[in-house]
């Protein structure tokens, strides 16, 4: 809760919003990219006995993943409502009552505060999440997987796939931009676009670390060091990308949920009873995205597969 209320006084402060914390962000971005209307209601519907705050931050979190979709975000910060989202899926709900008291369970709460007490924690925080917050909050996430999570693995197959296809997609889109990868499928997408762009030591021995302690699949390793390039290359100031959608992201979401996957002798990923073929990088060129990436609609292809 701590960190989304940090993130979300960052967005609130760099659109200028009085509004926060629990507010539409998508809609001051751009109001005219709207998640799809069934799926919100969907979403209302299964959060109706929640508090007002929990209804907004879910319906909040489905506008801003469409806006991710569509590429029009171009705000370099956090995404606001992966904490939240992570609070819910660990089985967290929580009240917000009228005098700002955020109450998460009969053992926790915490004082709300203020959109200047969060960004005043720090005299330097805004200033600091243009220099490493997404690599900051990749770190983050790697080291909360559970790589080795056979029962997650079997219990997402669907959306694991989906998610592999996704990264194969966008992965070929940067490809392009590139006149081709120096290598396939896993590659050092930020290294070839700015190879002056370098990880700061600190992080990289953090990262090798952690690596030789808890991933076993030499390409998995590779993976991880790219997608940390390239969250240092987008907290590089002034840094021009091509509107192209995150590469890494649906392969972070993919380890996220159940753990490092390694391709076998015939270049196939197997996800259960799923194979996604590792074919030449052209071959995977779609301007239509596999799958969304919002939590809800790959829970949806996971209970879909179970039936």
């Not at 609130?12 to 799926?39: K, M, N, Y």
């Not at 006995?49 to 975000?73: M, N």
């Amino acid at each position: 809760m701590k960190e989304f209320l940090r993130r979300s006084a960052l967005w609130a402060h760099q659109l200028g919003s009085d509004t926060w914390p629990f507010f539409d962000l998508a809609a001051l971005i751009d109001p005219s990219v709207r998640a799809d209307p069934e799926l919100v209601e969907q979403v209302s519907k299964s959060c109706e006995l929640q508090s007002t705050a929990v209804q907004q931050s879910c319906v909040g979190a489905l506008h801003f993943a469409a806006l991710q979709e569509s590429g029009r975000i171009t705000i370099q910060l956090p995404n606001p409502y992966e904490p939240i989202v992570s609070l819910f899926e660990n089985g967290g709900g929580f009240t917000l009552d009228g005098t700002g008291m955020i109450d998460i369970d009969v053992a926790a709460s915490m004082s709300r505060g203020s959109l200047a007490d969060w960004l005043g924690r720090d005299t330097d925080l805004v200033t600091r999440t243009h220099e490493r917050h997404f690599t900051d909050a990749l770190l983050e996430r790697l080291t909360a997987i559970k790589w080795t999570n056979q029962q997650g693995r079997n219990a997402h197959v669907a959306s694991r796939s989906r998610l592999m296809v996704e990264y194969l997609r966008r992965a070929s889109l940067w490809a392009e931009v590139l006149g081709g990868p120096p290598k396939w499928p896993i590659f050092d997408i930020a290294g070839a676009l700015a190879p002056e762009v370098r990880v700061d030591p600190a992080v990289a021995e953090r990262v090798e670390e952690f690596l030789m302690a808890h991933v076993g699949g030499i390409e998995t390793e590779n993976a991880c060091r790219a997608a940390v390039r390239w969250a240092t290359l987008r907290d590089t100031p002034d840094v021009q990308l091509p509107d192209l959608p995150d590469p890494f992201e649906p392969l972070i979401l993919l380890y996220e949920r159940g753990g490092e996957v390694i391709a076998d002798e015939s270049r196939a990923f197997n996800f259960g009873g799923r194979r996604v073929q590792i074919r030449p990088w052209r071959e995977h060129h779609s301007p239509q995205p596999a799958t969304t990436l919002d939590p809800t609609t790959l829970d949806a292809l996971d209970n879909e597969e179970a039936r």
